[in-house]
């Protein structure tokens, strides 16, 4: 295969995702199309950047701007339903040790971001401009992408992709301590989370190594995703407390139970690291 062929067909699997879940998407019901959705919107998006370097710079931002602007309606419905996920794990886990009155109040807080959100959304996926957007995206062809005319064996380029984005991921990784900064663990997520996609997407052509890293960048990404939850729902009950002074209390408990969670994480990051770099030692000793 091509690398041109390659990159079409990968750009297509999100598009069709894209399509299929664009309609389902709209319902306020059907958290998990809308989920899909955005999967399949962050996986163009991702490849667009991974390949940039066979379709052009200039290019590659115009579609990705495009693609932003939808993000744009669709990331705030999916914050807010993580949210509410969040909102309710904490209450069991916390039980008698909160005020049921104020969880009312933020689960009424939540609700009313959600309709607020949701008809945003629907306008955006109501308007020509979303229209003309899905069926540009639904005319990408081998012929019609504007790749650079350079010739490339495709399992090569692969690895090259692969191993770039994977020392980027360990530069990061290996330099994280107890002490960094938030930033440096949601930096992380995002090399891991397009590194995943690359891999998952290589898989065809490059067999269970592909496939063994796609798991790998998957528990980085997982791991710290509930990181990165944890730290948005503390920043969404830090501003509820400035705001409304009578949910201080149970707010308070609240982020004490989030914080010492990402406490948590933190210090058991170092063992799924370990069990990352000895897995990575293993294959290569395998393959020696």
Known sequence: MRVNDFVTETFQASIRTLVEKSDSARNPKDVEALHDFRVGLRKLRSHLRSFESTLGTKWVRLQRDRLEWLDSYVRPVRDVDVLILRLNNDVKQ???????EVIKSLHLSLAIASQRE??????AMDSQLFSELMQELGSWTVDSIAFRKEPRILENWLKELGRASRKE????????????????LHKLRIKSKRARYLSEASISVLGQKAKRRAKEYESIQNFLGDYHDSYVMSQWLSNLANSRSEFQPTTSVLRGWEDRHRTELRVRWHSLWSEIESGTAESSESQG
């Open 118 to 123: 949701r008809a945003r959304l629907k306008i």
């Open 94 to 100: 916390l039980g008698m040790e909160i005020d049921s």
């Open 169 to 184: 991921i360990f530069t990061i990784a290996l330099n994280l301590n107890e002490q960094s900064p938030d930033r440096e």
